[in-house]
């Protein structure tokens, strides 16, 4: 079964150019990973707005970059109206490539994920409007072909209650089924699950489920949707003026993980 979402372009087929033959599906907003401290601080926007809506102490720290924001290992993306460049949504990504995830400052992974390439998603937020819904499941497909691109087998998630349900339903696996939740550092100590998704077997095991978004990530090619590049923002310099200023939290960004 296919799954709707509202505001998607009728898919059109297109030649192997775009997507290997795929149908081509048009957003009514882009997806890029940021790659200077303008349109960090947009992001930036986003992911305060949606903790403070739902964990106000938390989003205190949240307020301007953080350190995880910058250097070649933080892929952060922005989601951006189409109508009018307003930002929708974000989500950041770290890989193990050179240090170890932001959760290992909390646990130990399991042996079965040790020497893996592994991903971590987080500091993820979309506008609360109806449109958000798409918005997070198009971030979460970036953070897929991301890992696709670049030899990620394992993404990794945390989530508080009942965030953690929605991962359940993409079929997140738990890292620790006995711990339950946990206190994570990098969250401000707020208890989390630690799950795990296989990057390399998603097609198969979603053909098997008949999972509804199988369509939307696996068969259906979305050029709005640009996970390229290779350098992330730089930090700015000491004297550096602010680049943006954070708008005080409203009720229109929701909070995912």
């Not at 290997?20 to 930036?44: H, Q, S, Y």
């Not at 087998?153 to 508080?160: E, F, P, S, V, Y």
């Not at 349900?165 to 890292?175: A, G, H, M, N, P």
Request: charged share 20%.
């Amino acid at each position: 079964m296919e799954m709707r979402h509202p505001g998607v372009l009728r898919p059109v087929v297109t030649g192997p150019a775009a997507g290997v033959g795929k149908p081509t599906e048009r957003l009514p907003f882009t997806i890029r990973r940021v790659d200077n401290e303008a349109d960090l601080w947009k992001a930036v926007r986003v992911r305060h707005a949606a903790y403070a809506r739902h964990v106000p102490d938390f989003a205190r720290q949240l307020v301007k970059p953080e350190s995880s924001d910058y250097g070649d290992d933080a892929i952060v993306f922005l989601a951006e109206s189409k109508l009018d460049g307003a930002p929708l949504g974000t989500a950041r990504m770290q890989t193990n490539l050179h240090e170890p995830l932001h959760v290992e400052e909390s646990v130990a992974l399991p042996d079965w994920l040790r020497g893996q390439p592994l991903a971590e998603m987080s500091r993820l937020g979309v506008d609360n409007g109806r449109i958000g819904r798409m918005v997070k499941t198009a971030l979460l497909k970036a953070g897929v072909m991301y890992c696709q691109q670049n030899g990620i087998h394992w993404a990794l998630a945390t989530g508080r209650a009942p965030i953690d349900r929605q991962y359940e339903q993409l079929t997140f696996v738990d890292v620790f089924p006995e711990l339950g939740f946990v206190p994570l550092r990098h969250v401000g100590n707020i208890p989390h699950r630690i799950m795990a998704f296989d990057i390399t077997t998603i097609e198969e095991r979603w053909t098997a489920a008949q999972h509804p978004l199988l369509n939307f990530f696996c068969h259906t090619h979305h050029p709005d949707i640009d996970v390229r590049g290779h350098a992330g923002v730089r930090p700015p310099l000491p004297n550096a003026g602010r680049m943006g200023v954070v708008m005080q939290a409203s009720e229109w960004h929701e909070l995912v993980a």
